[in-house]
């Protein structure tokens, strides 16, 4: 299993931008998939953003345009970019990877969009 730690999670005004960091205890190169999933209060977990290994991106409609899932594999470590957020895009943001077939999550970071 693939431990994981997110961090860049707090709260931002509407409009603002913040920059999620998910950290892999293994080479990322070597896991199919990571994304990013939120939920929030009353709310099912969902699908933002992945990232395949072969740089392959998808995003929930929600949010195109407006956040960006990269990945670093020197640094074993996926970004999710966030800009114009909303009050709605509040929640608690988990990473995940997929690699070889099993599944790790992270321990999740809150993001409050409020004025």
């Known amino acids: 299993q693939v431990q994981l730690v997110e961090s860049g999670g707090g709260l931002v005004q509407p409009g603002g931008s913040l920059r999620l960091s998910c950290a892999a205890s293994?080479?990322?190169?070597?896991?199919?998939?990571m994304a990013w999933y939120r939920q929030a209060p009353g709310k099912e977990r969902g699908l933002v953003a992945a990232?395949?290994?072969?740089?392959?991106?998808n995003y929930a409609d929600s949010v195109k345009g407006r956040f960006t899932i990269s990945r670093d594999n020197a640094k074993n470590t996926v970004y999710l970019q966030m800009n114009s957020l909303k009050p709605e895009d509040t929640a608690v943001y988990y990473c995940?990877?997929?690699?070889?077939?099993?599944?790790?999550w992270g321990q999740g970071t809150q993001v409050t969009v409020s004025s």
């Open positions: 995940k990877a997929n690699k070889r077939g099993t599944i790790s």
């Open positions: 990232i395949t290994f072969g740089g392959s991106t």
């Open positions: 293994a080479s990322i190169f070597s896991i199919e998939v």
